[in-house]
């Protein structure tokens, strides 16, 4: 089993390489748990959790039989990030205006276009 607990985080993904049991990270050697936008910064309906895991799930697969390393996990994240701002700029993903974070940090927000 894994000693070494690797991750990588962007602004919206989170990536261990570790199991989740009991609410706790186990250190692994095959397994990878993505933590998903932690300040709630979007509003997530179930199509684009679904995307986005479905993404997470194709990249994993792309990468198996290779090694774990930082630079993987990063490759990863930094996929799913941009992922994320498609899913945004689409229409797909909105921003949680009442979250405690509001930086707009994926570009600003779509507004309705007037007549």
Same mark, same amino acid.
């Given at each position: 089993? /894994?000693?070494?607990?690797?991750?990588?985080?962007? $602004?919206? %993904?989170?990536?261990?390489?570790?199991?989740?049991?009991?609410?706790?990270?186990?250190? *692994?050697?095959?397994?990878?748990?993505?933590?998903?936008?932690?300040?709630?910064?979007?509003?997530?309906?179930?199509? *684009?959790?679904?995307? %986005?895991?479905? $993404?997470?799930?194709?990249? %994993?697969? /792309? /990468?198996?039989?290779?090694?774990?390393?930082?630079?993987?996990?990063?490759?990863?994240?930094?996929?799913?990030?941009?992922?994320?701002?498609?899913?945004?700029? /689409?229409?797909?993903? *909105?921003?949680?205006?009442?979250?405690? %974070?509001?930086?707009? *940090?994926?570009?600003?927000?779509?507004?309705?276009?007037?007549?």
């Amino acid at each position: 089993m /894994a000693d070494t607990l690797l991750k990588c985080t962007t $602004r919206h %993904v989170r990536l261990y390489t570790a199991a989740l049991q009991d609410e706790d990270l186990v250190p *692994s050697d095959d397994q990878l748990t993505l933590d998903l936008d932690p300040d709630n910064e979007f509003l997530w309906d179930d199509a *684009s959790l679904t995307k %986005v895991q479905g $993404r997470f799930k194709e990249l %994993v697969d /792309a /990468a198996a039989g290779g090694e774990l390393s930082d630079y993987t996990l990063r490759r990863i994240g930094t996929d799913l990030e941009g992922f994320i701002r498609q899913l945004l700029q /689409a229409g797909e993903l *909105s921003y949680n205006t009442d979250g405690r %974070v509001q930086n707009f *940090s994926m570009g600003l927000p779509r507004t309705p276009e007037l007549l």
